[in-house]
């Protein structure tokens, strides 16, 4: 069965033409990545962000502190609960800034946190919302967590950066000291009776490519602070696993939803395109031969012939579409029976094998039984196989497919893909599809489905 989310391999599976592969406009550089990194956009994007996240902590961790101390301090009397909501509501909008500074600088990508729920208006409403919100507490304690961070990183990350060019361009500016100072240079070391300078060429050299290695340390150094800072922000400013959850959940009930609307839409469509417009079509021919079979019973024999051809291809087109809907092989004896009958219909050899002791849940087992009809079909039509092996089996609680074929490969997910549709369909139901397709074969497509008894 051909289902609205899989096209076959070819621009339907993010095929490119006659197997090549599609090249983006990748840009290749001709220096590695550590002699690049100084002078990327990115590194001077991140040392901005700690730069700032100094005093932007300063000011937050001062406002959480003050204004929780007052909330708290003054909850003895009815001004505290205000003051303590008005305090945590702060800390909120300074959690939009840092994830619009994080998205800026940064590039991560924080969805807003699940916004107040107020069952009905008012400010006393609004009070406690924010007090019974774990998003303000949680800004809160960003706003605490994260100031002692962002000094160590501050200082951390100026003296690096500073040390390293310093050194790197001595070679360019050692000359103030004997000029302006008064010493032949940089003084390493020195008391009563013994002083060490670099102020010879040797150690001036040495000077600089010991900057030289600082100055390409330095942006790994300040991009592995700002990992902390990553993940401070999603974790602590980002929406909480329950309502990343609730989200996730809403998400795949709409797919489920459009995806059930499709296979109606398809079915009418092949029931009216199909086997109602040649019954039709019968009837009328029925009628004509009704109407001849006095007149002329050869022509009318002829026609009764051509209608029971008729039948025999409507019946075909209805079973088609019933196995289509549910196989009653897969209702009846299960995975393994409907699988080998759906490798039957190949037109490459395919090698069967499934290995489970129980059945899933009738709904896991239909999706499963649809996602490895759908990759049979599109190897029949556009992988060019001589070959393909479909296994199944379970590890703990998932359920496990596997279709592979020795065709021209070059599949992937990219959006508007039919295989992006097909994981799209797992996905709303915990699932999850991986393929691996290099340009020339083997194409290997694993699907992952949760396992569910009934």
């Known amino acids: 069965m051909a289902t609205e989310y899989g096209q076959g391999y070819g621009h339907g599976l993010g095929y490119p033409e006659h197997g090549l592969p599609e090249h983006g406009g990748e840009r290749r550089h001709r220096l590695p990545a550590g002699l690049r990194a100084p002078f990327e956009a990115r590194s001077w994007r991140e040392f901005g962000y700690v730069l700032l996240s100094l005093p932007i902590s300063i000011m937050l961790f001062v406002y959480a502190i003050t204004m929780v101390s007052l909330g708290a301090g003054l909850l003895v009397t009815f001004l505290g609960i205000p003051v303590l909501a008005a305090g945590l509501a702060g800390c909120r909008a300074f959690g939009a800034l840092e994830r619009a500074r994080a998205r800026a600088l940064l590039h991560l990508e924080v969805a807003d946190p699940e916004p107040l729920r107020m069952r009905r208006r008012g400010f006393m409403a609004w009070i406690g919302a924010v ?3 774990g998003t303000s507490w949680r800004s809160v304690l960003y706003a605490v967590l994260h100031f002692p961070w962002a000094v160590f990183s501050f200082v951390v990350a100026v003296n690096v950066w500073a040390y390293g060019w310093a050194m790197l361009t001595y070679p360019l500016w050692f000359w103030v000291f004997p000029m302006w100072v008064g010493q032949d240079g940089i003084q390493v070391y020195g008391d009563e009776t ?7 060429p040797f150690e001036i050299t040495v000077t600089a490519l010991v900057g030289l290695l600082f100055t390409l340390a330095t942006p790994w150094i300040v991009r592995a602070l700002t990992q902390v800072d990553r993940l401070l922000v999603h974790g602590l400013l980002g929406p909480s696993r329950l309502a990343t959850r609730v989200v996730e959940l809403e998400s795949d ?12 839409r398809r079915i009418e469509r092949d029931l009216h395109d199909g086997a109602q417009a040649r019954l039709v079509a019968l009837a009328m021919d029925l009628g004509l031969a009704k109407e ?13 012939d051509e209608a029971h051809g008729e039948v025999k291809t409507a019946l075909q087109e209805l079973r088609d579409l019933a196995r289509g809907i549910h196989p009653a092989v897969l209702t009846d004896r299960g995975l ?52 393909a092996a479909v296994d199944v089996w379970r590890v703990e609680n998932r359920l496990m497919l596997q ?50 008894t009934v």
């Open 194 to 200: 013994h002083q060490f300078y670099l102020d010879n």
């Open 131 to 133: 007090l019974k919100s």
């Open 292 to 304: 001849k079979l006095t007149e002329d019973p050869q022509a009318a024999a002829r026609m009764v």
């Open 403 to 452: 279709v592979v074929d020795n065709g021209i490969g070059g599949a992937d997910t990219s959006g508007g893909s039919g295989l992006s549709g097909l994981a799209e369909r797992l996905d709303a139901v915990d699932g999850i599809l991986v393929v691996d397709s290099p340009v020339g074969g083997p194409t290997r497509v694993t699907a992952e489905l949760p396992w569910r």
């Open 336 to 387: 393994d029976a409907a699988l080998s009958a759906v490798a039957s219909r190949c037109t490459v050899p395919v090698e069967v094998q499934v290995d489970l002791e129980e059945r899933p849940v009738p709904a896991i087992e239909g999706i499963a039984y649809f996602t490895v009809s759908e990759l049979l079909q599109n190897i029949s039509k556009h992988a060019r196989a001589t070959w």
């Open 253 to 264: 009930r709409g797919v489920v939803v459009d995806t059930a609307a499709a296979d109606l």
